[in-house]
């Protein structure tokens, strides 16, 4: 797995690595294109992950950026999320694939 210094580095590289869906994360699945696809847990694969933190130690401030790639829909992508963004309304499927 690659090291990378920064979130925007990250996805530039994974980017040119082929990741080059917009993942957002709903809640029982993963979806891209403007919900035209939407990846159940079972449907796609988290291929690395990439922790950074910002200038602050606000938990605000630090973000992972996931690659994903689903070999059933043919899609590689990245989903950008903030540390604890996971609320109530995230199934435990999609939370457990995301730890």
């Known amino acids: 797995m690659k090291d990378y210094n920064n979130r925007v580095e990250a996805l530039e590289g994974l980017k ?6 917009d993942f957002n994360l709903k809640e029982n699945c993963l979806e891209c294109r403007a ?4 990846l159940l ?3 796609f694969q988290v291929d690395s992950s990439h922790r950074f933190e910002g200038d602050t130690s606000a938990p605000d401030d630090q973000s992972v950026v996931y690659a994903i790639s689903s ?4 899609l590689k992508g990245t989903l950008v999320s903030s540390y604890g963004m ?4 995230v199934t435990n499927e999609i939370i457990e694939k995301l730890r």
């Open 16 to 21: 040119a690595e082929g990741y080059v869906e």
């Open 35 to 38: 919900g035209h696809y939407q």
């Open 41 to 43: 847990h079972d449907e």
């Open 71 to 74: 070999p059933t829909h043919e």
């Open 86 to 89: 996971y609320t109530d309304t």
